[in-house]
């Protein structure tokens, strides 16, 4: 395993863009769907879950904050203080396992989408072959690439947002009163429910060395967490205004059949446009997953990035058509989203508490020696 070497001032990034990479990556097509997900468990409560799960996430980045800028390094470094080369090295390559079929679940449920919705015949492997072509060229151009087609994807896409405010026509705003019908722990099953759309702030553990002003970026980095949990408030409402109990249970993809209701006097199939936008919005997401992967397996491995990639890539394209129906990604998608809650909201703050208690007895280690 290589150490790691210092990173040339000409591939930092400035610490504002740390907004644009956690909400580009938190964003993607699980926005899409998960307003049913989280309905079956608290109902018209759906909005305190999705508020519940961003203050979660919120708390998760700290903790993250806290454990990097004690080690200065990225999560492979902090591993490798705590648990050792060989140990270390292990729970790193879970991490960008865990990373990469991220990015998997993101392409073939997109994938799906089109399939569904545009083109019924579609085979997976095309759409595949085709797309990771474009995703081996960005991640390739390295990690300030990467970050430009995540700043691009919301500037490009964040004027779609407001358009679901034409829906509120149909309104019933009574539907979420009274509020709180549920219990506390139905209330925090929807929260954990809505943690895999939140997804993909983990990213900051790999891209943390490649910040210029470390400690001012974090303000950014929970802006931008902060910025999608208002957002997913807002499409939650949006949702719960116009959809019944029964009718959003019923609704696979909640926000994407609200696109139906989008008309304009020179465009009325608005869902295929929204389709199809949607794509910017889904690049960034698989696009920077692709590049912590191949970054921590290049770490622990000291091989070149751009040879891992064009691995993973393959095996990422093989993936994608390989798995065959719906319920397959919905099952793969839910054993992720255990992992990644339990990733996030107990491993993060277990590694916060052992670096705590390793640091205390180093430095106790350091003060004896140094009375000697």
Not at 94 to 107: H, K, N, V, Y
Not at 183 to 212: C, D, N, Q
Not at 288 to 304: D, M, Q, T
Request: with cysteine.
């Amino acid at each position: 395993m290589s150490g790691e070497k210092v990173i040339k001032e000409k591939y930092l990034i400035s610490p504002f863009l740390s907004f644009f990479i956690i909400h580009a990556m938190q964003v993607g097509v699980g926005v899409l769907s998960f307003q049913s997900e989280i309905v079956k468990e608290t109902g018209y409560d759906a909005w305190i879950s999705v508020i519940l799960a961003g203050v979660l996430v919120n708390f998760s980045i700290a903790c993250m904050y806290i454990i990097l800028k004690r080690a200065d390094g990225d999560i492979i470094k902090v591993h490798q203080e705590l648990f050792g080369k060989w140990i270390g090295g292990f729970l790193s390559l879970l991490i960008a396992t865990f990373l990469l079929f991220l990015a998997l679940i993101i392409l073939r449920t997109y994938i799906e989408i089109v399939q569904v919705w545009v083109f019924e015949d579609l085979q997976n492997w095309c759409f595949a072959l085709l797309s990771i072509p474009f995703f081996y060229y960005v991640v390739s151009g390295g990690f300030r690439t990467v970050v430009g087609l995540a700043f691009l994807s919301i500037l490009i896409t964040l004027p779609i947002y407001p358009l679901f405010l034409m829906t509120l026509e149909f309104a019933q705003y009574n539907n979420i009163v009274p509020v709180w019908k549920h219990s506390v722990l139905e209330v925090i099953e929807g929260a954990k429910v809505a943690t895999f759309s939140y997804s993909g702030f983990e990213l900051l553990l790999v891209y943390f060395p490649f910040l210029k002003h470390k400690e001012l970026s974090q303000k950014w980095t929970q802006l931008g967490a902060a910025f999608t949990t208002l957002l997913y408030t807002y499409i939650t409402l949006i949702c719960l205004f116009f959809y019944s109990e029964e009718q959003i249970n019923k609704t696979i993809w909640a926000l994407l059949t609200l696109f139906k209701v989008i008309e304009f006097p020179f465009l009325e199939r608005f869902e295929y446009i929204g389709i199809t936008v949607w794509m910017i919005v889904v690049a960034p997401n698989i696009a920077l997953a692709i590049w912590a992967g191949s970054r921590l397996v290049k770490r622990v491995f000291s091989l070149n990035q751009r040879h891992v990639l064009i691995v993973i890539v393959i095996l990422l394209c093989g993936g994608a058509a390989l798995i065959p129906t719906r319920s397959a990604i919905d099952a793969i998608a839910s054993v992720f989203n255990q992992i990644g809650f339990y990733f996030a909201f107990v491993y993060i703050p277990f590694l916060v508490l052992l670096q705590t208690i390793v640091y205390k007895f180093k430095k106790g280690d350091t003060n004896e020696t140094a009375g000697m």
